[in-house]
T-cell receptor
Framework: NAGVTQTPKFQVLKTGQSMTLQCAQD?????MSWYRQDPGMGLRLIHY???????DQGEVPNGYNVSRSTTEDFPLRLLSAAPSQTSVYFC??????????FGQGTRLTVV | KQEVTQIPAALSVPEGENLVLNCSFT??????LQWFRQDPGKGLTSLLL?????REQTSGRLNASLDKSSGRSTLYIAASQPGDSATYLC??????????????FGKGTTLSVSS
């Protein structure tokens, strides 16, 4: 099983550019979520989804959009990248409130 | 607001020692608690999941305990090895969260085991 797959692994953006971080899971999990990890801050929740067509905001949603058109995919969009969005981004999925599985992360630098 | 604290932030031990990592949380209304391992530059790997009704879970040399009423969990690693060197993260899933999907993480304990 592939589990949770994130692409790309690394990305450099210029301030103001837009991009989409991809996340796909092949475990038929209902719940998916995006976190960012910053030194000294730990992992913080950006957005989450409890199923196709349903999304909601987490702790740090500003500057990010999400959509969930299928069970498998949960892309994270940065509309206008800012240096403050330099971080490592992790996507996670779980079957209900059970064991959470994480992707390998996307390391994003905004210059 | 639920807060998760992990102590110590860093720990160095010689190979073979038994050790305990601590995790505390401020709100005892949790659905479950999960321990993860993270190697440098990598994603998170789940180690143990403890449901709120459970007191402990074991996997190999790892044993995690949960005392929900006091807001504490410990991860016990027996006979530590250099390969155990990593950052260990504790996360709780609040019972009160409507979606039930929002893990709240501590900042982790970075473990270094020397040979």
């Amino acid at each position: 099983n592939a589990g949770v797959t994130q692409t790309p692994k690394f990305q450099v953006l210029k301030t103001g550019q837009s991009m989409t971080l991809q996340c796909a899971q092949d475990m038929n999990h209902e719940y998916m979520s995006w976190y960012r990890q910053d030194p000294g801050m730990g992992l913080r929740l950006i957005h989450y989804s409890v199923g196709a067509g349903i999304t909601d905001q987490g702790e740090v949603p500003n500057g990010y959009n999400v959509s969930r058109s299928t069970t498998e995919d949960f892309p994270l969009r940065l509309l206008s990248a800012a240096p403050s969005q330099t971080s490592v981004y992790f996507c996670a999925s779980s079957y209900g409130k059970g064991d959470a599985f994480f992707g390998q992360g996307t390391r994003l630098t905004v210059v | 607001k639920q807060e998760v604290t992990q102590i110590p932030a860093a720990l160095s031990v010689p190979e073979g020692e038994n050790l305990v990592l601590n995790c505390s949380f401020t709100d005892s209304a949790i659905y479950n608690l999960q321990w993860f391992r993270q190697d440098p530059g990598k994603g998170l790997t789940s180690l143990l999941l403890i449901q709120s009704s459970q007191r402990e879970q074991t996997s190999g040399r790892l044993n995690a305990s949960l005392d929900k009423s006091s807001g504490r969990s410990t991860l016990y690693i027996a006979a530590s090895q250099p390969g155990d060197s990593a950052t260990y993260l504790c996360a709780v899933r609040p019972a009160a969260n409507q979606a039930g999907t929002a893990l709240i993480f501590g900042k982790g304990t970075t473990l270094s085991v020397s040979s």
